[in-house]
């Protein structure tokens, strides 16, 4: 069956512009997650929903950061003014309770 | 903040030998403990995963080592090959009453199998 998909694969960006970056999950997974990974670098949280509960913002790691998920399903991440520090894969996954199904992720390059 | 904790962060080894990566986890509510593969350029995909009930899972030529009362677990790939090559990330996550299946994830290991 289909897997969880991200879009675009790759985006460059100009410092100081906004981007979205999508994530459709694998259907009829309840929770859903976005991490950021750094070149050669581990998986960093960034925000997790799950159901229709309120979302755990605690990874974002500023307010230029903002995740929304549409009637439980696709979700968009938001960065707004980014800046070069931002430049990583951005990685979106699914479950349906304990394993995670990771998209391809988007690598996001700010010049 | 770290609450799981990966090493080595690199590891080379021929082709045939055995690679172990070594985890350790702090929070003693963790029930799942799952380790991603992860090849360039792709998504981390599950690889291998226990739970404390057990303290060894072996799936083919991958097993996880697990000790509850010293709050470690490792990953032994046996007659590791070329292909093997990529980089591994240990994870723990609890299943709570409220389904919050919060999974905290090691810093990665980057394996290097030589032929």
């Known amino acids: 069956g289909a897997g969880v998909s991200q879009s675009p694969s790759n985006k460059v960006t100009e410092k100081g512009k906004d981007v979205e970056l999508r994530c459709d999950p694998i259907?009829?997974?309840?929770?859903l997650y976005w991490y950021r990974q750094s070149l050669g670098q581990g998986l960093e949280f960034l925000i997790y929903?799950?159901?229709?509960?309120?979302?755990?913002k605690s990874g974002l790691p500023s307010d230029r950061f903002s995740a929304e998920r549409t009637g439980g399903s696709v979700s968009t991440l938001t960065i707004q003014r980014t800046q070069q520090e931002d430049s990583a894969v951005y990685l979106c996954?699914?479950?349906?309770?304990?394993?995670?199904?990771f998209g391809p992720g988007t690598r996001l390059t700010v010049l | 903040q770290q609450q799981v904790k990966q090493s080595p962060q690199s590891l080379i080894v021929q082709k045939g030998g055995i690679s172990i990566i070594n985890c350790a986890y702090e929070?003693?509510?963790?029930?799942?403990f799952p380790w991603y593969q992860q090849f360039p350029g792709k998504g981390p995909a599950l690889l291998i995963a226990?739970?404390?009930?057990?303290s060894e899972k072996k799936e083919g030529r991958f097993t996880i080592s697990f000790n509850k009362s010293a709050k470690q677990f490792s990953l032994h790939i046996m007659d590791s090959q070329p292909g093997d090559s990529a980089t591994y990330f240990c994870?723990?996550?609890?299943?709570?009453?409220?389904?919050?299946?919060?999974?905290?994830f090691g810093a990665g290991t980057r394996l290097t199998v030589k032929p």
């Open positions: 994870a723990a996550s609890r299943g709570a009453p409220d389904n919050n299946n919060d999974m905290r």
């Open positions: 996954a699914s479950s349906p309770i304990y394993e995670q199904f």
């Open positions: 259907s009829g997974h309840t929770a």
């Open positions: 226990i739970r404390p009930d057990v």
């Open positions: 929903f799950q159901g229709n509960s309120a979302p755990d």
């Open positions: 929070n003693t509510a963790f029930d799942y």
